[in-house]
Protein backbone atom coordinates (compact mmCIF):
# COMPACT_ATOMS: atom_id res chain seq x y z
CA UNK A 1 0.00 0.00 0.00
CA UNK A 2 2.78 2.46 0.83
CA UNK A 3 4.59 1.28 -2.41
CA UNK A 4 1.44 2.71 -4.47
CA UNK A 5 1.18 5.80 -2.35
CA UNK A 6 4.91 6.39 -3.21
CA UNK A 7 3.71 5.76 -6.96
CA UNK A 8 1.37 8.31 -6.85
CA UNK A 9 3.41 11.34 -4.66
CA UNK A 10 6.26 10.24 -8.22
CA UNK A 11 3.48 10.28 -10.91
CA UNK A 12 1.85 13.73 -9.20
CA UNK A 13 5.67 15.51 -9.38
CA UNK A 14 6.67 13.97 -12.95
CA UNK A 15 3.11 15.20 -14.56
CA UNK A 16 3.81 18.65 -12.96
CA UNK A 17 6.70 18.36 -14.74
CA UNK A 18 5.62 17.92 -18.41
CA UNK A 19 3.20 20.39 -17.37
CA UNK A 20 5.26 23.47 -16.80
CA UNK A 21 7.59 22.39 -19.52
CA UNK A 22 5.19 22.22 -22.10
CA UNK A 23 3.49 25.72 -21.12
CA UNK A 24 6.69 27.93 -20.00
CA UNK A 25 9.31 26.32 -22.42
CA UNK A 26 8.34 24.51 -25.11
CA UNK A 27 5.83 27.32 -26.94
CA UNK A 28 8.04 29.97 -25.81
CA UNK A 29 11.42 29.52 -26.76
CA UNK A 30 14.09 32.28 -25.96
CA UNK A 31 15.71 34.18 -28.62
CA UNK A 32 18.93 35.35 -29.21
CA UNK A 33 19.56 38.97 -29.52
CA UNK A 34 23.22 39.12 -30.47
CA UNK A 35 23.10 42.53 -29.98
CA UNK A 36 23.90 42.05 -26.39
CA UNK A 37 27.30 43.06 -25.00
CA UNK A 38 27.50 42.86 -21.46
CA UNK A 39 30.74 41.98 -20.01
CA UNK A 40 31.19 38.20 -19.05
CA UNK A 41 33.89 36.18 -17.70
CA UNK A 42 34.17 32.27 -18.58
CA UNK A 43 35.98 30.17 -15.79
CA UNK A 44 37.13 26.56 -17.00
CA UNK A 45 38.96 24.95 -14.45
CA UNK A 46 41.14 21.54 -15.78
CA UNK A 47 43.49 18.90 -14.32
CA UNK A 48 45.03 16.47 -16.57
CA UNK A 49 42.83 17.58 -19.96
CA UNK A 50 45.62 17.28 -22.92
CA UNK A 51 43.04 15.76 -25.07
CA UNK A 52 40.16 17.61 -24.75
CA UNK A 53 41.57 21.31 -23.93
CA UNK A 54 42.33 21.48 -27.76
CA UNK A 55 38.60 21.16 -29.27
CA UNK A 56 37.07 23.24 -26.07
CA UNK A 57 39.61 26.12 -27.11
CA UNK A 58 38.76 25.62 -30.64
CA UNK A 59 35.14 26.18 -30.04
CA UNK A 60 35.79 29.69 -27.59
CA UNK A 61 38.02 31.04 -30.69
CA UNK A 62 35.00 31.18 -33.18
CA UNK A 63 32.82 33.27 -30.37
CA UNK A 64 30.82 35.56 -32.60
CA UNK A 65 30.22 37.69 -28.99
CA UNK A 66 32.33 40.61 -27.79
CA UNK A 67 33.36 41.96 -24.46
CA UNK A 68 34.23 38.38 -22.71
CA UNK A 69 37.57 36.71 -20.72
CA UNK A 70 38.29 33.39 -20.66
CA UNK A 71 39.79 31.92 -18.05
CA UNK A 72 41.42 28.45 -17.61
CA UNK A 73 42.52 27.55 -14.26
CA UNK A 74 45.64 25.10 -14.32
CA UNK A 75 45.09 22.23 -10.76
CA UNK A 76 47.94 21.42 -10.93
CA UNK A 77 47.62 18.89 -13.37
CA UNK A 78 50.08 16.05 -13.83
CA UNK A 79 50.52 16.15 -17.71
CA UNK A 80 51.48 18.51 -20.23
CA UNK A 81 47.51 20.65 -20.12
CA UNK A 82 48.85 23.94 -19.14
CA UNK A 83 51.85 24.24 -21.69
CA UNK A 84 49.27 22.96 -24.31
CA UNK A 85 46.55 25.13 -23.49
CA UNK A 86 49.02 28.07 -23.22
CA UNK A 87 50.41 27.39 -26.64
CA UNK A 88 46.85 26.65 -28.21
CA UNK A 89 45.80 30.26 -27.22
CA UNK A 90 48.01 31.93 -29.45
CA UNK A 91 48.22 35.51 -28.72
CA UNK A 92 44.02 35.23 -28.54
CA UNK A 93 44.05 38.42 -25.87
CA UNK A 94 40.43 37.02 -24.91
CA UNK A 95 41.73 34.30 -23.39
CA UNK A 96 44.00 33.39 -21.15
CA UNK A 97 45.45 30.29 -18.78
CA UNK A 98 46.92 30.63 -14.73
CA UNK A 99 47.91 28.17 -12.55
CA UNK A 100 45.83 27.80 -8.92
CA UNK A 101 49.00 28.62 -6.86
CA UNK A 102 50.57 25.97 -4.00
CA UNK A 103 48.25 25.40 -1.28
CA UNK A 104 45.07 25.66 -3.15
CA UNK A 105 44.10 22.24 -5.02
CA UNK A 106 40.39 20.79 -6.02
CA UNK A 107 37.92 22.42 -8.63
CA UNK A 108 36.37 24.60 -6.02
CA UNK A 109 39.39 26.57 -5.20
CA UNK A 110 40.22 26.81 -9.14
CA UNK A 111 36.59 28.54 -9.49
CA UNK A 112 37.19 30.21 -6.50
CA UNK A 113 40.87 31.49 -7.64
CA UNK A 114 39.19 32.63 -11.33
CA UNK A 115 36.47 34.43 -9.78
CA UNK A 116 39.22 36.47 -8.00
CA UNK A 117 40.99 36.99 -11.44
CA UNK A 118 37.84 38.05 -13.48
CA UNK A 119 37.35 41.73 -14.52
CA UNK A 120 33.34 41.24 -15.27
CA UNK A 121 30.44 40.69 -12.85
CA UNK A 122 28.61 38.03 -15.03
CA UNK A 123 30.26 34.81 -14.56
CA UNK A 124 30.18 31.32 -16.66
CA UNK A 125 31.53 28.09 -15.91
CA UNK A 126 32.08 24.94 -18.12
CA UNK A 127 34.69 21.99 -18.06
CA UNK A 128 37.51 21.39 -20.30
CA UNK A 129 35.98 18.20 -21.39
CA UNK A 130 33.20 20.06 -23.28
CA UNK A 131 32.26 21.54 -26.48
CA UNK A 132 29.93 25.02 -27.29
CA UNK A 133 28.16 26.64 -30.03
CA UNK A 134 29.80 29.73 -31.74
CA UNK A 135 26.69 31.91 -30.04
CA UNK A 136 27.43 30.37 -26.43
CA UNK A 137 28.06 33.23 -24.80
CA UNK A 138 26.24 35.28 -26.58
CA UNK A 139 23.32 33.35 -25.35
CA UNK A 140 24.46 33.88 -21.64
CA UNK A 141 24.85 37.69 -22.09
CA UNK A 142 21.44 37.45 -23.88
CA UNK A 143 19.70 35.33 -21.11
CA UNK A 144 21.70 38.48 -18.35
CA UNK A 145 20.77 41.13 -20.09
CA UNK A 146 16.97 39.88 -20.21
CA UNK A 147 15.31 40.28 -16.64
CA UNK A 148 19.15 40.60 -14.74
CA UNK A 149 19.19 36.70 -13.25
CA UNK A 150 21.33 36.18 -10.29
CA UNK A 151 21.80 32.62 -11.33
CA UNK A 152 21.17 30.33 -14.96
CA UNK A 153 20.96 27.12 -15.67
CA UNK A 154 21.86 25.61 -19.03
CA UNK A 155 21.11 22.34 -20.08
CA UNK A 156 23.94 19.68 -20.77
CA UNK A 157 23.39 17.19 -23.45
CA UNK A 158 25.87 13.28 -23.87
CA UNK A 159 27.09 13.04 -26.42
CA UNK A 160 26.34 9.20 -27.24
CA UNK A 161 27.88 6.04 -29.88
CA UNK A 162 27.87 2.52 -28.63
CA UNK A 163 25.19 1.37 -26.67
CA UNK A 164 26.46 1.84 -23.23
CA UNK A 165 26.74 5.73 -23.82
CA UNK A 166 23.31 6.56 -25.67
CA UNK A 167 21.54 5.01 -21.97
CA UNK A 168 23.88 7.40 -20.54
CA UNK A 169 22.79 10.16 -22.89
CA UNK A 170 19.09 9.28 -22.22
CA UNK A 171 19.30 9.04 -18.37
CA UNK A 172 20.76 12.31 -18.40
CA UNK A 173 18.89 14.14 -20.68
CA UNK A 174 15.68 12.88 -17.54
CA UNK A 175 17.96 14.54 -15.41
CA UNK A 176 18.31 17.78 -17.29
CA UNK A 177 14.68 17.62 -17.96
CA UNK A 178 13.61 17.05 -14.45
CA UNK A 179 15.97 19.99 -13.37
CA UNK A 180 14.51 22.26 -15.81
CA UNK A 181 11.12 21.70 -14.98
CA UNK A 182 12.04 22.32 -11.05
CA UNK A 183 13.83 25.58 -11.82
CA UNK A 184 10.95 26.91 -13.86
CA UNK A 185 8.62 26.10 -10.71
CA UNK A 186 10.72 28.40 -8.96
CA UNK A 187 11.87 25.20 -7.29
CA UNK A 188 15.18 24.32 -8.78
CA UNK A 189 16.78 21.01 -7.61
CA UNK A 190 20.09 20.66 -9.28
CA UNK A 191 22.33 22.23 -11.91
CA UNK A 192 25.81 21.25 -13.34
CA UNK A 193 28.80 23.13 -13.50
CA UNK A 194 29.64 22.64 -17.08
CA UNK A 195 26.88 25.07 -18.19
CA UNK A 196 26.38 27.49 -15.31
CA UNK A 197 26.29 31.32 -14.95
CA UNK A 198 25.89 33.92 -12.03
CA UNK A 199 26.76 37.27 -11.00
CA UNK A 200 30.00 37.82 -9.25
CA UNK A 201 28.37 39.56 -6.41
CA UNK A 202 26.42 36.08 -5.60
CA UNK A 203 29.45 34.13 -5.12
CA UNK A 204 31.43 36.39 -3.16
CA UNK A 205 28.41 37.15 -0.58
CA UNK A 206 29.11 33.07 -0.15
CA UNK A 207 32.22 32.94 -0.63
CA UNK A 208 32.54 30.23 2.41
CA UNK A 209 31.69 27.76 -0.16
CA UNK A 210 35.30 26.95 -1.29
CA UNK A 211 35.97 26.19 2.19
CA UNK A 212 33.80 23.62 2.53
CA UNK A 213 35.67 19.98 3.19
CA UNK A 214 34.49 18.13 -0.17
CA UNK A 215 35.41 17.97 -3.35
CA UNK A 216 33.03 19.97 -6.23
CA UNK A 217 29.52 20.48 -5.05
CA UNK A 218 29.97 24.26 -5.37
CA UNK A 219 27.42 24.24 -8.02
CA UNK A 220 24.94 23.06 -6.61
CA UNK A 221 25.68 24.84 -2.97
CA UNK A 222 25.57 28.25 -4.80
CA UNK A 223 22.15 27.50 -6.18
CA UNK A 224 20.53 26.60 -2.86
CA UNK A 225 22.46 29.75 -1.63
CA UNK A 226 20.73 31.93 -4.27
CA UNK A 227 17.50 29.71 -3.81
CA UNK A 228 17.70 30.65 0.64
CA UNK A 229 18.39 34.17 -0.91
CA UNK A 230 15.36 34.39 -2.76
CA UNK A 231 17.59 35.49 -5.89
CA UNK A 232 16.32 35.17 -9.46
CA UNK A 233 16.98 31.69 -10.91
CA UNK A 234 16.19 31.20 -14.18
CA UNK A 235 16.49 28.05 -16.66
CA UNK A 236 17.19 29.37 -19.81
CA UNK A 237 17.67 27.36 -22.95
CA UNK A 238 17.77 27.87 -26.58
CA UNK A 239 19.49 25.95 -28.63
CA UNK A 240 22.72 28.01 -28.75
CA UNK A 241 23.04 27.64 -24.70
CA UNK A 242 22.97 23.78 -24.81
CA UNK A 243 26.65 22.40 -24.08
CA UNK A 244 27.36 19.11 -24.88
CA UNK A 245 29.72 16.53 -22.98
CA UNK A 246 31.39 13.30 -23.70
CA UNK A 247 29.61 10.21 -21.38
CA UNK A 248 31.19 7.91 -19.52
CA UNK A 249 33.39 5.08 -21.06
CA UNK A 250 32.68 2.40 -19.02
CA UNK A 251 31.03 1.47 -15.62
CA UNK A 252 33.70 2.30 -13.20
CA UNK A 253 34.25 6.07 -14.61
CA UNK A 254 30.41 5.84 -14.48
CA UNK A 255 30.08 5.18 -11.11
CA UNK A 256 32.44 6.85 -9.87
CA UNK A 257 30.91 10.04 -11.20
CA UNK A 258 27.15 9.21 -9.80
CA UNK A 259 28.85 8.54 -6.41
CA UNK A 260 30.64 11.65 -6.29
CA UNK A 261 26.71 13.29 -7.09
CA UNK A 262 25.56 11.33 -4.49
CA UNK A 263 28.09 12.09 -1.60
CA UNK A 264 27.34 15.43 -1.23
CA UNK A 265 23.53 14.77 -0.86
CA UNK A 266 23.87 14.51 3.10
CA UNK A 267 25.18 18.04 2.98
CA UNK A 268 21.61 19.28 1.50
CA UNK A 269 19.05 20.91 3.46
CA UNK A 270 16.50 22.14 1.11
CA UNK A 271 13.06 20.56 1.02
CA UNK A 272 12.50 20.58 -2.78
CA UNK A 273 16.11 18.48 -3.42
CA UNK A 274 15.43 16.04 -0.04
CA UNK A 275 11.72 15.14 -1.36
CA UNK A 276 12.30 14.61 -4.54
CA UNK A 277 15.66 12.26 -4.02
CA UNK A 278 14.01 10.61 -1.04
CA UNK A 279 10.76 10.19 -3.68
CA UNK A 280 12.84 8.52 -6.39
CA UNK A 281 15.12 6.56 -3.88
CA UNK A 282 11.71 4.87 -2.03
CA UNK A 283 10.04 3.87 -5.13
CA UNK A 284 13.26 2.26 -6.77
CA UNK A 285 13.74 0.68 -3.50
CA UNK A 286 10.01 -0.56 -3.33
CA UNK A 287 10.62 -2.21 -7.59
CA UNK A 288 13.71 -3.88 -6.34
CA UNK A 289 12.61 -5.26 -3.01
CA UNK A 290 8.95 -6.93 -5.01
CA UNK A 291 11.27 -8.38 -7.31
CA UNK A 292 12.84 -9.79 -4.93
CA UNK A 293 10.31 -10.86 -2.81
CA UNK A 294 8.95 -12.10 -6.07
CA UNK A 295 11.63 -15.40 -5.53
CA UNK A 296 9.61 -16.26 -2.70
CA UNK A 297 6.04 -15.01 -3.02
CA UNK A 298 5.35 -14.49 -6.96
CA UNK A 299 2.26 -12.25 -5.83
CA UNK A 300 5.16 -10.08 -5.35
CA UNK A 301 5.86 -9.65 -8.61
CA UNK A 302 2.40 -8.76 -9.84
CA UNK A 303 3.21 -5.70 -7.30
CA UNK A 304 7.00 -5.33 -8.64
CA UNK A 305 4.84 -4.87 -12.18
CA UNK A 306 2.16 -2.71 -11.21
CA UNK A 307 4.77 0.18 -10.07
CA UNK A 308 7.10 -0.37 -12.82
CA UNK A 309 4.11 0.16 -15.37
CA UNK A 310 2.88 3.19 -13.43
CA UNK A 311 6.47 4.96 -12.80
CA UNK A 312 7.28 4.14 -16.49
CA UNK A 313 4.27 5.36 -18.08
CA UNK A 314 4.84 9.05 -17.03
CA UNK A 315 8.40 9.08 -17.10
CA UNK A 316 8.10 7.86 -20.82
CA UNK A 317 5.84 10.88 -21.68
CA UNK A 318 7.41 13.13 -19.99
CA UNK A 319 10.85 12.46 -21.53
CA UNK A 320 9.26 11.98 -25.09
CA UNK A 321 8.43 15.32 -24.39
CA UNK A 322 11.41 17.08 -23.65
CA UNK A 323 13.37 14.56 -26.35
CA UNK A 324 11.09 16.24 -29.22
CA UNK A 325 12.24 19.75 -27.89
CA UNK A 326 16.28 18.89 -27.81
CA UNK A 327 15.27 16.90 -31.14
CA UNK A 328 16.32 13.74 -30.25
CA UNK A 329 14.03 10.85 -30.21
CA UNK A 330 13.85 8.36 -27.21
CA UNK A 331 14.35 5.14 -28.36
CA UNK A 332 11.91 2.90 -26.74
CA UNK A 333 14.17 -0.13 -26.57
CA UNK A 334 16.58 1.91 -24.49
CA UNK A 335 14.23 3.49 -22.31
CA UNK A 336 12.42 -0.06 -21.44
CA UNK A 337 16.21 -1.22 -20.42
CA UNK A 338 16.86 1.71 -18.72
CA UNK A 339 13.96 1.62 -16.37
CA UNK A 340 14.86 -2.24 -16.01
CA UNK A 341 18.37 -1.33 -14.98
CA UNK A 342 17.41 2.18 -12.80
CA UNK A 343 16.42 0.58 -9.62
CA UNK A 344 19.26 -1.47 -9.61
CA UNK A 345 21.72 1.56 -10.31
CA UNK A 346 19.36 4.02 -7.98
CA UNK A 347 20.42 1.69 -4.98
CA UNK A 348 24.16 0.71 -5.68
CA UNK A 349 24.18 4.95 -6.50
CA UNK A 350 22.59 5.40 -3.02
CA UNK A 351 25.63 3.92 -1.03
CA UNK A 352 27.44 7.04 -1.67
CA UNK A 353 26.60 9.45 0.63
CA UNK A 354 28.62 7.26 2.64
CA UNK A 355 31.81 8.05 0.70
CA UNK A 356 34.00 11.16 0.54
CA UNK A 357 33.92 13.08 -3.34
CA UNK A 358 36.64 12.86 -5.23
CA UNK A 359 37.88 15.01 -7.94
CA UNK A 360 40.13 13.41 -10.62
CA UNK A 361 41.01 10.76 -8.86
CA UNK A 362 42.74 12.69 -5.91
CA UNK A 363 41.71 13.27 -2.24
CA UNK A 364 40.78 16.94 -1.99
Not at 36 to 49: A, C, K, Q, W, Y
Not at 199 to 226: C, P, R, T, V, W
Amino acid sequence: MFGIIVVLLYNYLIFSYQIVWNKKLKNSEQKLDISTDIGLSLIVPFRNEEENLPNLISDLKLQKANNFEVIFIDDHSLDKSFFLCNSLINKDKRLSVTELPKGRIGKKQAIAFGVEKSKYNYIVTTDADCRVGQNWISSYQNCFATKDFDFIIAPVLMQANSLFERLQSLEFLSLIASGGAAALKKKPIMCNGANLGFKKELYLENSHIQNQKFASGDDMMLMLAAKRANKKIAFCVNEEIIVKTKAQPNLRSFFSQRLRWVSKAKYYSDFDVIYSGFLVLFLNIFILFSFVLGFFYQTSWILCLVLFVLKSIPDFLFLKSVSQWFNKKVNPLHFVLIQMIYPFYVVISAYGVFFKPKWKARKI
